[in-house]
Nanobody, 121 residues
Framework: QVQLVESGGGLVQAGGSLRLSCAAS????????VGWFRQAPGKERELIAA????????SYADSVKGRFTISRDNAKNTVYLQMNSLKPEDTAVYYC??????????????WGQGTQVTVSS
């Protein structure tokens, strides 16, 4: 079983930065990939960034490409999401999720509780 705990959310002005953390506990082989999702009120949850366990492969949604960076520190069992140049439309609850499969688009079996990010204009 894998447990994921997000932290680092908060209120920031447009143009500002935040770094989210996702601390994982449990067997590492269950976290072959980790993704960051977000869900804004009234909208569907979307995958915005993902990374393989080795960290050698990443993927980003077009909406965050060039502004957000996903990384991981396997020694600390933690995945990060550095968010720069934040916009009001980035306001959402952010979740990290992990899974055994290599596909970034599906197969997320374990989820964190979410952390709120609010960007004021």
């Amino acid at each position: 079983q894998v447990q994921l705990v997000e932290s680092g959310g908060g209120l920031v002005q447009a143009g500002g930065s935040l770094r989210l953390s996702c601390a994982a506990s449990g067997p590492p082989f269950l976290c072959q990939k980790v993704g960051w999702f977000r869900q804004a009120p009234g909208k569907e949850r979307e995958l915005i960034a993902a990374i393989t366990r080795s960290g050698t492969s990443t993927s980003y949604a077009d909406s965050v490409k060039g502004r957000f960076t996903i990384s991981r520190d396997n020694a600390k069992n933690t995945v990060y999401l550095q968010m720069n140049s934040l916009k009001p439309e980035d306001t959402a609850v952010y979740y990290c999720a992990a899974g055994r499969s290599s596909s970034f688009s599906e197969g997320y079996n374990y989820w964190g509780q979410g952390t709120q990010v609010t960007v004021s204009s």
